[in-house]
């Protein structure tokens, strides 16, 4: 069964590093999101992206964050300068059709720590 | 804004019996999605059950059903005859007619005694 891959599977680095997290949606699906969850917390929307750009972005989404699906198969989130407070398990989802409540297919998480 | 609320941070229960696990949500929208999924200590999330707005019947997946009250804004998750694999952490989530973001629940840490 199709599912959705993430790498790595733990992260860290230290405060103020970029970093690149991976994911590789389930092939024929055409909407992707990313999720984040810090420990103990709920779990919070980051962005979508939808035919090749940003469709909605939380206000978690700042400046310091971008997306992109750079070959048709990956679809990355990057941070470019890590804080501590970004330590989290971030989540990419994605969903075969653009509209309906259609299940997302979440990825087994990158856990990102930030020293 | 959307809300969902997740009173319960845990719950235990005897394995075969029944559990109800509560959730709330605050919206304006008349079209709206709710869902209920399952995080186990994989971490990875899986849908258990999902319901559309405009549904008056209840949603039932096997041993799982809801019981969603749409004046009430309620939509509580049942689980029967419960099973030593449906220990995990439990999530309500919301979406709408907009790019149907999740809107999630604080969780419930559901355990089940043997």
């Known amino acids: 069964e199709p599912e959705v891959t993430q790498t790595p599977s733990h992260q860290v680095t230290q405060m103020g590093q970029e970093v690149i997290l991976r994911c590789v949606p389930i092939?024929?699906?055409?909407?992707f999101y990313w999720y984040r969850q810090i420990l103990g917390q709920k779990v919070e929307f980051l962005v979508s992206?939808?035919?090749?750009?940003?469709?909605?972005k939380s206000e978690i989404f700042d400046d310091q964050f971008s997306v992109e699906r750079p070959d048709g198969s990956n679809f990355t989130l990057k941070i470019r300068s890590t804080k501590l407070e970004d330590s989290a398990m971030y989540f990419c989802?994605?969903?075969?059709?653009?509209?309906?409540?259609?299940?997302?297919?979440f990825g087994p998480g990158t856990r990102l720590t930030v020293l | 804004a959307q809300t969902v609320t997740q009173s319960q941070p845990e719950m235990s229960v005897q394995e075969a019996e029944t559990v109800t696990l509560s959730c709330t949500y605050d919206?304006?929208?008349?079209?709206?999605?709710l869902f209920w999924y399952k995080q186990p200590p994989s971490r990875q999330m899986i849908l258990v059950i999902r319901?559309?707005?405009?549904k008056q019947q209840n949603a039932t997946e096997n041993r799982f059903s809801v019981n969603f009250q749409k004046a009430a804004k309620s939509f509580s998750l049942k689980i029967s005859d419960s099973q030593l694999g449906d220990a995990a952490m439990y999530f309500c989530?919301?979406?709408?007619?907009?790019?149907?973001?999740?809107?999630w629940g604080a969780g419930t840490k559901l355990i089940i005694k043997p």
């Open positions: 989530a919301y979406s709408w007619d907009s790019n149907y973001q999740l809107i």
């Open positions: 319901q559309e707005a405009y």
């Open positions: 092939s024929n699906h055409l909407y």
């Open positions: 992206f939808y035919n090749n750009e940003i469709s909605e």
């Open positions: 919206t304006s929208e008349s079209d709206y999605y």
């Open positions: 989802a994605s969903t075969p059709l653009a509209g309906g409540p259609n299940e997302q297919f």
